[in-house]
């Protein structure tokens, strides 16, 4: 196992910038997610890490090793694609023992270490299949071992559920994290689903614009936002973002153009009771009713707020709620926490 350190990486295509100034150490046997929308640049990040794509900028070393300067095939890092990329014509054994065989491994050190990962990720009764005969979540576990058996110090993983329904990503984002503390592997998992990003990642890094917005354990990305960016990206719904401006006795959420801070309200944060806080008037028929939970929105200050409530027996919702000042959020003009 090894880790892995970025320093200032960067790729400019004709102009465009698509990662800027990347630099993080991801600790050996760490899995670091890496989450942003779509054009983000995460991608673009493990390209350049696997040797697809040469970094314009920066150096990125693998257990103490710079590896951004030599061939890809000697870049001891396995990568999963978003796509299966399985062999068609080949059995699931001769597609996880491929790798193997192109090193010139031994016949039956292949099958061993083949059927080993195999086992790891349930997969070991079908190896005498093709992956046509497969499901969708047994075609993914096949790529993955296929990545695994190589035994590589660095594992890129390129959104490698979405092409799975909802139950299967579930399941399989399962065997992914229970592989991944098994096996130790120091791993990199791009998605643009929080959700993948919040459960697997020992730490998530948050990507828009080429660029690093924050780099936290999912509790503290979600509990303390570094910028208005990861505050409305992270959570389901994202927080309320409302403009507001200091006054006297406090902060006053205010139209669009008189305000020079940002408050902001995680939809969850708002409570019935009579406290002191951000007063929102609920609109009835904006109610979406969620079995435990109820969505509905709520105006103050001419915007309209997001709110998540318990659902309720007889499905009476309350006039108005209130967000505690405790639950509040700050940020400056420029979308940075206070």
Not at 180 to 205: C, F, I, K, N, W
Not at 298 to 327: C, D, F, M
Request: with cysteine; proline share 5%.
């Amino acid at each position: 196992m090894a880790e892995a350190s970025f320093r200032g990486v960067g790729k400019h295509y004709d102009g465009h910038l698509a990662l800027d100034d990347f630099t993080l150490d991801v600790a050996d046997g760490e899995l670091v997610a890496v989450l942003g929308p779509s054009g983000c640049g995460k991608s673009t990040l493990l390209r350049v890490t696997a040797g697809l794509e040469r970094a314009s900028t920066g150096t990125i070393h693998v257990g103490g090793r710079r590896i951004d300067d030599v061939a890809p095939q000697d870049r001891d890092v396995a990568m999963v694609f978003q796509s299966y990329a399985l062999y068609p014509h080949l059995t699931v054994r001769e597609n996880v023992e491929f790798p193997l065989r192109m090193r010139g491994i031994a016949r039956d050190v292949r099958r061993r270490r083949a059927e080993e990962v195999a086992s790891r990720l349930e997969i070991d009764a079908v190896l005498d299949r093709r992956p046509v005969a497969l499901s969708g979540g047994q075609r993914q576990r096949v790529a993955l071992a296929r990545a695994l058996v190589r035994e590589p110090a660095l594992f890129l993983l390129d959104e490698p559920l979405s092409n799975l329904d909802a139950r299967l990503r579930a399941s399989v984002r399962a065997h992914i994290k229970a592989l991944q503390r098994r096996v130790g592997v120091t791993t990199l998992y791009v998605t643009h689903d929080q959700t993948e990003a919040m459960s697997l990642g020992d730490r998530v890094v948050v990507l828009a614009g080429g660029r690093i917005q924050q780099v936290a354990p999912p509790e503290e990305l979600y509990a303390e936002p570094a910028t208005t960016f990861v505050a409305s990206f992270v959570g389901t719904p994202g927080m309320n973002l409302l403009p507001a401006r200091r006054m006297a006795n406090g902060i006053e959420v205010v139209a669009a153009p008189k305000g020079d801070l940002v408050v902001g309200v995680r939809p969850e944060a708002f409570v019935t009771g009579a406290v002191d806080g951000m007063v929102v008037e609920i609109d009835p028929t904006t109610r979406e009713f969620l079995g435990a939970e109820t969505l509905v929105r709520g105006r103050i200050a001419g915007h309209e707020v997001q709110v998540r409530l318990a659902s309720i027996v007889g499905g009476v919702l309350p006039a108005r709620v209130v967000a505690p000042r405790e639950a509040w959020h700050l940020f400056d003009a420029n979308g940075r926490r206070i």
